[in-house]
């Protein structure tokens, strides 16, 4: 099994741009949900989803957009890149949504000038 | 919603020293609270994980405390070596719950 991953490793985008970051898990989980990480504030939740076609928004959701169209998929969208988005993202899956181990990609590091 | 508090920020400890990291949480329903490691440069990973029913788990050289009705649990590492050396986060969730909700992270450094 590949677990979770992720594509891009790295990306730099210009104020403006959008973008795609895939995710992809082959665990079979029914929950996946998006982080960032910036320094000093931890894993931040944008989205998850608790199955294909559910999605909803977590702490961060602004600027950023998702869709779950099968269940081993969760894209996250910028719509127009800001500076502030500057972060890594992580994407997780989980067998369960509250209690359950997440299982992280190995992260995008995203830079927007 | 839960809000999930973590300290120190940074810690560093000598070679065969004990650490501990310290959360608090403020939804009194969370009742699984898992710790995970990030080493540099990699993915967070699960370490260990305590739930309600029970006060203290042990796995090794850590081990993870909780006092329900203070709404506080702890990471304790014994005997640190090179390899603690790493981001460690707790996080707070239960059940029904959408969403694990994590603290803001603790940089251990272990000196040799």
């Known amino acids: 099994n590949a677990g979770v991953t992720q594509t891009p490793k790295f990306q730099v985008l210009k104020t403006g741009q959008s973008m795609t970051l895939q995710c992809a898990q082959d665990?079979?989980?029914?929950?996946m949900s998006w982080y960032r990480q910036d320094p000093g504030m931890g894993l931040r939740l944008i989205h998850y989803?608790?199955?294909?076609?559910?999605?909803d928004q977590g702490e961060v959701p602004n600027g950023y957009n998702v869709s779950r169209s099968t269940t081993e998929d969760f894209p996250l969208r910028l719509l127009s890149a800001a500076p502030s988005q500057t972060s890594v993202y992580f994407c997780?899956?989980?067998?369960?949504?509250?209690?359950?181990?997440?299982?992280f990609g190995p992260g995008t590091r995203l830079t927007v000038t | 919603g839960e809000n999930v508090e973590q300290h120190p920020s940074t810690l560093s400890v000598q070679e065969g020293d004990s650490a501990v990291i310290k959360c608090t949480y403020s939804d009194s329903a969370s009742n699984y609270f898992p710790w995970y490691k990030q080493e540099l440069g990699k993915r967070p990973q699960l370490i260990i994980d305590?739930?309600?029913?029970?006060g203290e788990k042990k796995d090794q050289r850590i081990a993870v405390t909780l006092n329900k009705t203070a709404k506080h649990f702890s990471l304790h590492i014994t005997e640190t070596q090179p390899e603690d050396s790493a981001v460690y986060f707790c996080a707070a969730s239960w059940e029904g719950a959408q969403k694990l909700v994590f603290g803001q992270g603790t940089r251990l450094t272990i000196n040799p």
């Open positions: 665990m079979n989980h029914e929950y």
């Open positions: 989803s608790v199955g294909a076609g559910i999605t």
């Open positions: 305590i739930r309600s029913n029970v």
């Open positions: 997780a899956s989980s067998y369960s949504r509250g209690r359950g181990q997440r299982y």
